[in-house]
């Protein structure tokens, strides 16, 4: 029998979290390229997900059973990636393979190429969709395993994506849970700037789903809304999580200039310094 | 080889199919609403348990499919040709790029779609669909074909694109002949050794009609229907510019990248020869009844006559 999440503790999950906020920068400062913002706003439910919740097997990667963890925003690949090396999928070495020929952790996670990944990602606006085809196939099944979602805000501006939320809800699929990284900022700019969301619950809400807002920063609130979406048994579920781009380096918090670029050496020696 | 009398449209062969396979568990069905035109709603109708329908909102059923397909299902999801296209991106990064068995079928492709008029008719899909890695891409010529051809794909280890049309033809298989269908191996219906009339789809009646016009005037032409586009048959059609040594590729398509597209580039490598592309000349079509427009692009088997004494003037 395959437990869900590792049996530990606030404690025990906040200290992985940190573990692989320096992987996360590890992984971009040493290929020089990457995306460490998306990354680092992620972690923490990342961490909740594989931690505390999802039932997933090491020794059988394929095992048809699992539970599905679909990284829509598949840039965020260096969060993915450190997180599967705490829950055993990789090894250290895997980790530096990162975006480098031939290696198991692509640019952007991928499926055919990294153990633990479901989704072969990298356009945005796809994984809510696949998300819920793996959710209608266990119903069909009659399992129990469940499939997690985890969107970009600025994400949200594809229009596949509310193809997608309304199928959620028009087919009732109550095995699967949308996570928004509501941290405000995309690839350009401020979201604010790029295309204004308002209200991203209330849109949830007006189609039918059911939303819980939380702090993303916080595992306790993140533990709480991962056992609320196992209770929401009438239809989808949805957890925007407010977060910080870029959190735990000081210099790339809510800032847009770390979506998507590499700290420099300096820059480095300074963040391995504020996440020790 | 005497072609069969009655008549079928392929996407009724794909229907069938469907239903052929609705005591299989593993097989879902997806639909965008056309589900009455593509006719994927034969199979709704008998086991609407595994039919999905997604709404107009082709990008999400495609994804839906993979994800489904990931989970040990097998999809057939089909829409209209053109509105497939609109899912391209989708079909690219989510299906092909993974190589996961997802089954497309695009119904109503080619201006024989008639009179929807040139937003309904795509005259492309094959050309795209077949730049990308992993695809295997078909367009049967009928009904009986189509069917034959679906229920394959049942067990085709590689993600699909097929492309059905609207209106009925004169068949060309019968339920016996469709049984020697091979995805991957073009079927000869007639042989003959002055050129290698190659079609595809509606156009292989015209193929066959204009193999009867040149035979009367001492010209024997061997006719294929060439239903997989890739991986292309080119043990065939490299076969057939050396016993020919002229060649005709004969499409309800652009002559650019399809059909046409692809025995030009084995061709070229392997035994160059004359050829003549009948088809869609780079332009889009318009409004009319399927023979009106095909007489008006100069796709009628009076072409194809034409186009092979042309290029075997140029051997």
Known sequence: MVERGMGLGIDDLESMAKRCRRNIVRMVYGIGAGHPGGSLSAIDMLTGLYGHRLRVDVDDPAWGDRDRFIMSKGHASPGVYSILHER???????????????????????????????????????????????????????????????LGDGELQEGQIWEGVMAAVHHEIDNLTVIVDRNGIQNDDFCESQMRMFDVSEKFASFGWAVMEIDGHNMSQILDAINWADQVTDGPACIVMHTVKGKGVSYMENNPKFHGAAPNEEQFNMAMEELS | MSAPSGGGASRDGYGAALLDMVDDDKVVVLEADLG??????????????????????????????????????????????????????????????????????????????????SSAQSIEDLAIYRTLPNMTVLHPCDDVSAKALTLALRHHDQPSYMRTARNKVSRSYSEESAKELTIGKGHVHRTGSDVAIIACGVMLNEALDAADILSKSGINATVVDMHTIKPLDTELVTKLAKECGAIVTAEDHSIIGGLGGAVAECIVSEHPVPLERVGVQDRFGESGDSDELLQLLNMKAKDIVKAANSAIARR
Not at chain 1, 118 to 127: K, Q, Y
Not at chain 2, 78 to 100: D, K
């Open chain 1, 88 to 150: 055993g999928f990789l090894t250290e070495e895997d980790l530096w393979t990162f975006r480098k020929l031939g290696g198991s952790c692509q640019g952007h996670v991928d499926m055919k190429w990294c153990p633990g990944v479901d989704f072969s990602a990298g356009s945005l606006g796809m994984g809510l969709s696949f998300g819920i085809g793996c959710a209608l196939a266990a119903k069909l099944d009659g399992s129990e395993r469940s499939s997690w979602v985890m």
């Open chain 2, 36 to 117: 009455k035109s593509t006719k994927s709603c034969l199979f709704r109708a008998e086991k609407p348990s595994h039919t999905v329908s997604l709404g107009i909102a082709e990008q999400n059923m495609m994804l839906v499919a993979a994800g489904m397909a990931t989970s040990g299902y097998v999809p057939f999801a089909s829409t209209f040709a053109i509105f497939s296209e609109r899912a391209f991106e989708q079909v690219r990064n989510g299906i092909a790029r993974p190589n996961i068995v997802v089954h497309i079928c695009g119904s109503h492709g080619g201006i024989h779609t008639g009179t929807d008029g």
